[in-house]
């Protein structure tokens, strides 16, 4: 069955530089979705991407955010300046269709460490 | 936006009991409510969902379902197990998903 990806599985930091966590949706799906997961709490909607263009996006995907579908396969999240506090997991997640209606399969996430 | 509110944060129950949790959601415009399990350190896995124009779902020992008149949505697992332990979390989605804030289930053998 095919799955969503996503690495690196674990990614640590140091406060102030830039990550880019990488996703491949399963390939037949048209939207793709990030989301975070502080330790012991909720996930959290960060961006939801469709056509090459940002779909939604919550307050806490600010400028410090930003995604990126670079080829047929890869969406990324990168992370410009972290902070302490953008330690999480981030999840990508991928559907055939749009948000209604339609299950979103999620990767196994990358474990993202901010020292 | 959305404000999707879960109860109980936990829950322990005894095997062979049963378990509700209970969420409400704000937005009338959500139309598909997923429920999650996360097992510890992995990733949420979709076990039900129930979509809007549907009052209630049953699928083996789980159940869903749906007030959309009073915002609300509950999921029903009967018979439980102590493999049913973990943390659940239900969603509402409409333009985006927004997820409760969990609840952990603690199964007893």
């Known amino acids: 069955e095919p799955e969503v990806t996503q690495t690196p599985s674990h990614q640590v930091t140091q406060m102030g530089q830039e990550v880019i966590l990488r996703c491949v949706p399963i390939?037949?799906?048209?939207?793709f979705y990030w989301y975070r997961q502080i330790l012991g709490q909720k996930v959290e909607f960060l961006v939801s991407?469709?056509?090459?263009?940002?779909?939604?996006k919550s307050e806490i995907f600010d400028d410090q955010f930003s995604v990126e579908r670079p080829d047929g396969s890869n969406f990324t999240l990168k992370i410009r300046s972290t902070k302490l506090e953008d330690s999480a997991m981030y999840f990508c997640?991928?559907?055939?269709?749009?948000?209604?209606?339609?299950?979103?399969?999620f990767g196994p996430g990358t474990r993202l460490t901010v020292l | 936006g959305e404000n999707v509110e879960q109860h109980p944060s936990t829950l322990s129950v005894q095997e062979g009991d049963s378990a509700v949790i209970k969420c409400t959601y704000s937005?009338?415009?959500?139309?598909?409510f997923p429920w999650y399990k996360q097992e510890l350190g992995k990733r949420p896995q979709l076990i039900i969902d129930?979509?809007?124009?549907?009052g209630e779902k049953k699928d083996q020992r789980i159940a869903v379902t749906l007030n959309k008149t009073a915002k609300h949505f509950s999921l029903h697992i009967t018979e439980t197990q102590p493999e049913d332990s973990a943390v659940y979390f239900c969603?509402?989605?409409?333009?985006?998903?927004?997820f409760g804030a969990g609840t952990r289930l603690t199964v007893k053998p």
């Open positions: 969603a509402a989605v409409g333009d985006d998903m927004r």
């Open positions: 997640a991928s559907s055939q269709l749009a948000n209604s209606y339609n299950e979103q399969f």
């Open positions: 991407f469709y056509n090459n263009e940002i779909s939604e």
């Open positions: 390939s037949n799906h048209l939207y």
């Open positions: 129930i979509r809007s124009n549907v």
């Open positions: 937005d009338s415009a959500s139309n598909y």
